[in-house]
């Protein structure tokens, strides 16, 4: 039941990501971004199965009697890295999406792209403010 | 012995410390960055030489960081194939950082401070990514990489360079997630993720339990992503605009590291890790004969890889030839070269002898280096054409090879080391290569490689005619060169022919390389994956 659960959200996670992708609105597009790699993480945590603990797998309680059932700590170790990761460079891309506002005055893609085709081949003169 | 394996990375990181603390203090920062990178590079080397080249060297040496055993711990492995990549890497950062430090002076203040440690970071990263033996660390040092990548090219802030920054901001972002997606497979499938462990699983599945098969697809995944930071068509098109976006110095190191970081996970996974798995593949077009079978997810990669070398080749080539820019035209020249790297390895994968396959990717590794040294020399020389004149536009340019003429030799050495003309050490690489594919009877391939020749050839004559030829141009006239710049571009080329001349080390240093890529035994051994512990 868990697993239906689990592999459900993951999908509609990974779907609704790459549909924000795919807008216009730069800024849809880096909450896409967001959602992916949250959606690859969710998917990572899966990847580890809770078994059946044995005190090889917790040395912990060596000596303490019993032990629990035990999720793998290997992946939500590396989940963890993964969302510290994850967080700065969403970081960066929200700074950067507000500089590219602030270049070309609009936050939709199709003019951004615009602006490319017409600046074009003239911009390779001016290209990269070495001089300034 | 094991410290040496972590040297580079402690020396680039630390460098990294000082340049932010002393940011305020110009003269103090530059020298220190020089230093550190002087220091990088000879760590590299006495890695290279402690561990590869000296004699009785053990040819492979591990550091288990915190002292945890592999698969526990994260193992980071040396051996001649990631002494031949650092090697390759310190040599264009060295060259890199000496340009710098008269470019840095260009740059707006607030950027200046910066510029010295996301340089280490970037540095940090690719040693990171070459020496690390555990996939998800992989991943990690990919990143570290990106970050200060992401960085460089946002970094002039103009609307190109944000618009650059931006689309491989994205790109990146999407190829993160499917490196996780693959990871946390792998580790669902295999229950490990140290790539010595995981070769040795993938030998022999049965008796760990393991069901390989969605090994193949995860491995694709994998592919994708390595293929995206190299930077090889389908997924070429960043390429062109952060090149560009760039200052020229990370450029160079863009070229001639960040790239080889995705052409050397390709190898080091393919051969290390996946060829000795055992998972019969038989996949084919259904209602044709067209289909792949093999023993090994290296079935799949030879044809894939091979299809996108050959377009990268052919893209990159085509791509070149009508750019108005020196550094539109080697940006474009950077997809067709990646594509000459990768057609070998394709063929090694392909391969059934051994002795073939390690032709192959010495093949591949000699053609890197020369891309690289070569790569970073023409970028160089673009970065100090445009400090000097102000612009990069062939329009504007023409006669540079009566005003800079020292300059114009370099760049005229690396165009025909890109050309591969002997006794330059683009011959070697060519040569090896064609060599591969005469071999392997691969007739497709021989007429993808002539066809790119020819490109390149064109492109290179082109960037010749309109940028060093003619009368000079009014840009070109007022123009002063800066000594540092041109001083740092013709010790490169210095390079170039100095590994055409003296080929037999270089040789055969890439020749351990090989062998060690395609050791998976030996790599294991050394590792020594559960050994006791597990």
Do not use: C
Not at chain 2, 244 to 265: D, E
């Amino acid at each position: 039941m868990t697993a239906i659960v689990l592999a459900a959200t993951v999908g509609a996670l990974f779907a609704l990501g790459t549909f924000l992708m795919l807008r216009r609105d730069l800024v849809r597009v880096v909450w896409g971004l967001a959602l992916v790699g949250q959606a690859a993480n969710l998917y990572l945590l899966t990847a580890g199965e809770i078994a059946p603990a044995t005190h090889d797998a917790v040395p912990v309680l060596a000596g303490h009697g019993e032990v629990p059932e035990t999720a793998d700590p290997l992946v939500q170790a590396l989940v963890l890295t993964a969302i510290v990761i994850g967080f700065g460079m969403t970081a960066f891309a929200l700074v950067l999406s507000y500089r590219v506002y602030e270049e070309h005055g609009t936050l939709d893609l199709a003019e951004i792209g615009g602006r490319e085709v017409s600046e074009g081949r003239e911009r390779t003169r001016s290209d990269g403010g070495d001089r300034r | 012995m094991t410290t040496v394996v972590i040297a580079p990375m402690l020396v680039v990181l630390v460098t990294a410390v000082l340049t932010l603390l002393f940011g305020s203090y110009p003269r103090l920062r530059t020298g220190l960055a020089l230093a550190g990178t002087a220091g990088y590079a000879l760590a590299v080397a006495l890695l290279a030489w402690t561990v590869v080249l000296a004699p009785g060297a053990p040819g492979i040496a591990t550091y288990q960081v915190g002292g945890h055993p592999a698969p526990f711990g994260i193992t980071l492995v040396a051996d001649g194939l990631s002494a031949f990549m650092l090697a390759m890497v310190a040599t264009v950062g060295l060259a890199s950082a000496i340009f710098s430090t008269r470019y840095v002076h260009n740059i707006g203040y607030d950027r200046r401070t910066f510029y010295n440690p996301l340089f280490h970071v970037l540095l940090l990263g690719v040693t990171g990514a070459f020496l690390t033996g555990d996939l998800f660390n992989l991943f990690v040092w990919f990143e570290v990489m990106l970050m200060a990548s992401y960085v460089f090219v946002a970094y002039y802030g103009g609307p190109q360079h944000t618009r650059a920054a931006f689309r491989y901001v994205a790109l990146n972002l999407v190829a993160s997630a499917v490196f996780l997606l693959a990871v946390g497979g792998l580790y669902a499938t295999t229950g490990t993720l140290n790539m010595a462990d995981l070769a040795q699983r993938l030998a022999d599945p049965a008796a760990y339990g393991i069901d390989p098969v969605p090994v193949v697809g995860l491995f694709g995944l994998l592919l994708s992503v390595f293929a995206l930071k190299a930077g090889l068509v389908p997924f070429q098109f960043w390429i062109p605009s952060a090149y560009r976006a760039a200052p020229p110095p990370i450029t160079a190191l863009l070229a001639g590291a960040t790239k080889k970081v995705g052409i050397y996970a390709i190898i080091r996974l393919s051969f290390t890790v996946f060829a000795g798995a055992d998972v019969p593949i038989s996949l084919s077009v259904p209602g044709t004969d067209l289909g792949i079978a093999g023993a090994s997810p290296l079935a799949f990669v030879g044809p894939v890889l091979f299809a996108m070398a050959a377009a990268s080749i052919v893209v990159g080539g085509v791509g070149a030839i009508g750019r108005p820019s020196i550094e539109g035209v080697f940006a474009y020249s950077s997809i067709g070269q990646v594509g000459f790297i990768a057609l070998p390895v394709a063929l090694a994968a392909a391969a059934t002898s051994e002795q073939f396959r390690r032709l192959a990717v010495l093949a591949a590794l000699v053609y890197a280096l020369n891309h690289a040294l070569a790569k970073a020399l023409l970028f160089l020389a673009a970065g100090a054409v445009r400090s000097a004149t102000g612009t990069i536009a062939f329009d504007d340019l023409g006669g540079l090879a009566e005003r800079a003429p020292a300059l114009s030799i370099a760049v005229f050495v690396g165009s025909l080391a890109l050309v591969g003309m002997p006794p330059l050490s683009g011959f070697f690489g060519k040569f090896l290569v064609f060599e591969a594919a005469i071999r392997a009877e691969a007739g497709g391939a021989l007429v993808v490689l002539l066809a790119g020749s020819l490109l390149t050839i064109a492109y290179a004559t082109r960037v010749w005619n309109r940028g060093f030829w003619g009368a000079p141009s009014t840009a070109v006239t007022d123009a002063r060169m800066d000594r540092v710049q041109v001083a740092a571009v013709v010790a490169l080329a210095a390079g170039v022919l100095a590994v055409g001349i003296g080929f037999d080390p270089v040789y055969e240093f890439a020749e351990v390389a090989a062998e060690a890529a395609l050791d998976a035994e030996g790599y294991a051994e050394a590792v020594d994956p559960g050994g006791e512990a597990a």
